[in-house]
């Protein structure tokens, strides 16, 4: 009989709802419960796409017996990290902070008030390599809430206590200058691996936003190391096993420092991120493979991602069955030999060994191999890898698919809608930019609420229940930033600013200029979490920063620019010190310290010729955040078109900075030269 989790929304959530635990979603019944019936709250976090979440699911969660335990002696809540940040993000800080690192599933128990006491991760179902089995973690528990209460309450109020004297140090509300970001280049110079690209060792997750950084910094400075580190990077990702070589599009991380073996699962967020970086690389050096990539990997979301309802869908597992009925991680990706024969003949097979790296032993498991692109000084037929590919996916496709959580993550959706914008924008494919509008007006339609207020995720069109984060709010208001930019429609530029108010009214500490990741509103946890670290997506307070900077720089808002600059304080104090995990807020900085420029194209109209040619150099521009803004002379579409006029008759181009602007120029390789010196 399903548990209550069966009215969910989260895809998460919903491969819960037949276990035999009688799981709650994270809601103020569940500690209403465990305050009746004075049980301890298990609370385990996990998401879709999370394999070692669906190990534990199927040995423990799904075990007649262990459940029988879970639903005697606790209230059990179930939650999607990817809908509840703010949940995730402080049970996880008390995590690292008790044992030294963290992960999912995470696995916490609570008291009904919510405050942590015992914390792990994984626990298997009978001890193994260390490792308690599930059961004795909760026979222990048990006994410890029955038996030392006061051991258990004093344990909790400690780590509340101890959480509460956690402050970030935020470095003043001063932004970093020119010092500060040669430091931080120098930095990442240190945990550059030269050999192989990307920084630090295994495993080795692709630096999107510190790539941004790289490129942003090179093309301030002209600095050419920071080119290389890019370029290099992005070459050895591409042609190793993370990136796709049939299908396009990017795996999680690596396991190894080679980009050779991928956890394979698929993120709408790190697609959407490196389809950008790509089509950012290209528009600095003009690289076929940045070129290739980029819209390979727009395509991938588009073809795989998009929903009905023309959002992005979350994310693709890792895990699929092999054929045999087994669930195995990569099945779907991976290739033997034989299988390369049965696909294509003895000829193309030994071909396609050769030109994606597949080998006899194998790089993954029981001898199947990751398809890579190795550097070979051999040259091979372009139409022939053309049709041996066409007929590897073609096979490939009859296999069973890996899963998709369908749900839609305001703020992933951001990215993706400027990663798409500025792809079709570049490449001249307006089926990318209408991919883009679409999901942007899904997230006015569902995602808002008749103050500009976001909803977090969605299903299916229907909107969950859980409030926007700061990362919702600053990632979509930079998305809607860059569809204006390359639609020419000022409505988006419009709802960029309704939700930056939220920002400025509800996140931002009037005080320190310091950013919070959940509204003054939000639901009260044990924390009000906080964190301006660039991981796996922009933390909230660099998106915000950056969408608030660009906002700015359409509009001359004064409090918009002054918030930007305060918040990038904390990009002074942690970019010499950790570049790595501030990629983002560097880049920001990038922008800040090169104004950022302001674009104004004027035209008769956005069909014209000449006008488009000034619109598209003007997005070509590799100026470091500029913004753009296109239409017809005296439209009131966009702030920064005001008194520009055309120049006897012509369209033209009025490029500003700081206050001061060059004279306007109707030849677009003047336009180019202004916006990349």
Known sequence: MPNRLAHETSPYLLQHADNPVDWWPWSEEAFEEARRSDRPVLLSVGYSSCHWCHVMAHESFEDEATADFLNTHFVNVKVDREERPDVDAVYMEAVQAATGQGGWPMTVFLTPEAEPFYFGTYFPPAPRHGMPSFRQVLEGVRSAWTDRRDEVAEVAGKIVRDLAGREISYGGTEAPGEQELAQALLGLTREYDPQRGGFGGAPKFPASMVIEFLLRHHARTGAEGALQMAQDTCERMARGGIYDQLGGGFARYSVDRDWVVPHFEKMLYDNALLCRVYAHLWRATGSDLARRVALETADFMVRELRTEQGGFASALDADSDDGTGRHVEGAYYVWTPEQLREALGDDDAELAARYFGVTQEGTFEEGASVLQLPQRDEVFDAERVASVRARLLERRAARPAPGRDDKVVAAWNGLAIAALAETGAYFERPDLVEAAVGAADLLVRVHFDDQARLTRTSKDGKAGANAGVLEDYGDVAEGFLALASVTGEGVWLDFAGFLLDHVLARFVDEES??????????????????????????????????????????????????????????????????????????????????????????????????????????????????????????SDEFPLLADRPLQQGAPAAYVCRNFTCDAPTTDPERLREALSS
Do not use: C
């Open 513 to 634: 200029g310091a950013l919070f990741d959940t509204a003054a509103d939000a639901e009260r946890l044990i924390r009000r979490p906080q964190d301006p670290t660039d991981n796996a997506v922009p933390s909230g307070w660099s998106a915000a920063a950056g969408a608030l900077l660009g906002y700015a720089a359409h509009t001359g808002s004064e409090p918009h620019r002054r918030a930007a600059e305060r918040a990038l304080g904390v990009v002074k104090a942690l970019g010499p010190r950790v570049p790595r995990f501030i990629g983002w807020g560097l880049a920001v900085a990038e922008a800040l310290l090169d104004g950022p420029r302001e674009v104004a194209v004027v035209g008769p109209s956005l069909s014209d010729e000449a006008t488009k040619t000034l619109h598209r150099t003007a997005l070509l521009g590799t100026a470091p955040g500029a913004v753009v803004a296109v239409g017809a002379a005296e």
